[in-house]
């Protein structure tokens, strides 16, 4: 007997890949990989998959960290 996986939408995972974050988000799939490599987005690896926490991904979005914003 196959084991059924219920679909769930974006709107209720925990963790997203990338091409769900640049659905989400509106960022580029390049730019989600810069901020990857400078550590602006928490992941995780399981398996083969490197899977963005959606927490991290909103904290990052929240109008206080405006990336173009002058210091």
């Known amino acids: 007997m196959k084991r059924q996986i ?3 939408s974006t709107d209720e995972k925990i963790t997203l890949r990338v091409n769900e974050t640049t659905a989400v988000s509106g960022l580029s799939r390049s730019t989600i990989y810069v901020l990857l490599k400078a550590g602006k987005l928490q992941t995780t690896k399981v ?5 963005i926490l959606r927490e991290s991904l909103q904290r990052l979005l929240q109008p206080a960290n405006d990336l173009h914003a002058s210091s």
């Open 47 to 51: 398996g083969g998959r490197r899977l």
């Open 6 to 8: 219920p679909n769930v």
